[in-house]
C-alpha cells in the first residue's frame, strides 16, 4: 500500500515492541517510530490506548492496533503480499506458534 502512514509508539527496550518491530522490518513496511515515556503517558498513546494506556501501539492510516501479538498478526494480513511471517507447511507453521507461546508464557511470569 503505496500511502499508507504507519507509527509505532514504542519504549525501544521493550521486547513486546520488539516483535512489531521486527515484524515490520521482515514485511519491509516503512514506518515511523516514537517512543513513549512508561512513566509520563503522552496525549497521543492515551488517545490511541485508552484502555490499557501503555505501548505498544501500531497506528496504521490514524488507526490503532493495540497489543503486541494482535499486531503481529494485522501486519501479517494487511502485507499479505510480502514475505509470510509464517512458515506455509501447517506442522511448522503449528511449532513457530509453539515456541512463540512458549517465549511468551515464559516471559509474562
Not at 501500531?58 to 501486519?75: A, D, F, R, T, W
Not at 511471517?85 to 509474562?108: C, G, H, T
Amino acid at each position: 500500500m503505496v500511502n499508507d502512514e504507519v507509527v509505532l509508539l514504542d519504549f525501544c527496550p521493550s521486547m513486546f515492541g520488539m516483535r512489531l518491530r521486527i515484524a515490520l522490518a521482515e514485511k519491509e513496511v516503512k514506518y515511523e517510530f516514537k517512543e513513549g515515556d512508561l512513566w509520563k503517558k503522552s496525549h497521543l498513546l492515551l488517545e490511541m490506548n485508552p484502555i490499557h494506556k501503555k505501548v505498544p501501539v501500531l497506528i496504521h492510516n490514524g488507526k490503532p492496533i493495540c497489543e503486541s501479538i494482535i499486531g503481529v498478526e494485522y501486519i501479517e494480513e494487511v502485507w499479505k503480499d510480502k514475505i509470510p511471517l509464517l512458515p506455509s507447511d501447517p506442522y511448522e507453521r503449528a511449532q513457530a506458534r509453539f515456541w512463540a507461546d512458549y517465549i511468551n508464557k515464559k516471559v509474562n511470569l
